[in-house]
């Protein structure tokens, strides 16, 4: 069975500080992993997959197999960041797109 | 630029009445997708669709249940809405087996009543 966990609902830092939003996912096979974003008043929307091994608007994401975990990096937050955030997990071949519980980040001035 | 265009934004039913909510995508997408959207439950995937006339359960079919007879059209039918229903509505869609970067629809909030 495919599953992501969030621990956190809410993560709330001041701007220009560090900011790792966790993820930790169950699949027994190879999982192609994703960050989403929600801004607000706006539709969900891609920001990086682990794939690509881009860094998108300064965040990263490593994916660790052994800790089975993929969190969400970025060394200085800023104001804009402030939006909801889900990992998300799909796995080999066609499989069913599978989100977790997201983490609402709040960036304060 | 890939469109996902849910019919509507908000609605209100009654419990008991039949519900429709309508996605449309213009990119030619394979894989189409229903999700409600809930605080604190985060995304949870209802049904999804590979090809045309194709559907899968998600996480919770219980109660609903899709239609595609278009490539381009997927629908998400409450038989018999109730109150629990209330929810946010997401459609997405994606280009084709294996590849499921999901573009997402603007959302449908449902109420009943």
């Known amino acids: 069975a495919q599953r992501v966990t969030q621990p956190e609902k809410l993560l709330s830092v001041f701007k220009g500080a560090p900011v790792e939003l966790k993820c930790n996912y169950s699949y027994s096979g190879s999982p192609e992993l994703f960050w989403y974003v929600q801004y607000s008043r706006q539709r969900l929307q891609l920001l990086l997959r682990?794939?690509s091994r881009e860094s998108i608007k300064g965040f990263t994401a490593d994916l660790n197999k052994g800790e089975t975990s993929f969190h969400l990096k970025k060394p200085f937050a800023q104001e804009e960041d402030s939006a909801m955030y889900y990992c998300a997990l799909s796995g080999t071949g066609f499989q069913k797109l599978v989100f977790g519980t997201g983490t609402r980040l709040l960036v304060s001035p | 630029d890939v469109k996902v265009t849910q019919s509507s934004r908000y609605l209100v039913k009654r419990t008991g009445e039949k519900v429709f909510l309508e996605c449309v995508q213009d990119m030619d997408h394979e894989n189409m997708f229903w999700y409600r959207q809930d605080p604190g439950l985060g995304l949870r995937l209802i049904y999804f669709?590979?090809?045309?006339?194709?559907?899968e359960k998600g996480d919770i079919p219980e109660g609903y249940s899709v239609s595609r007879e278009k490539k381009e059209r997927f629908s998400l039918i409450l038989e018999s809405a109730s109150t629990n229903q209330t929810s946010m509505y997401l459609c997405?869609?994606?280009?084709?087996?294996?590849?499921?970067?999901?573009?997402f629809g603007q959302g449908t909030r449902l109420t009943v009543v």
């Open positions: 669709s590979y090809d045309v006339k194709m559907k």
């Open positions: 997405a869609s994606s280009l084709h087996r294996g590849n499921t970067e999901a573009f």
């Open positions: 682990h794939i």
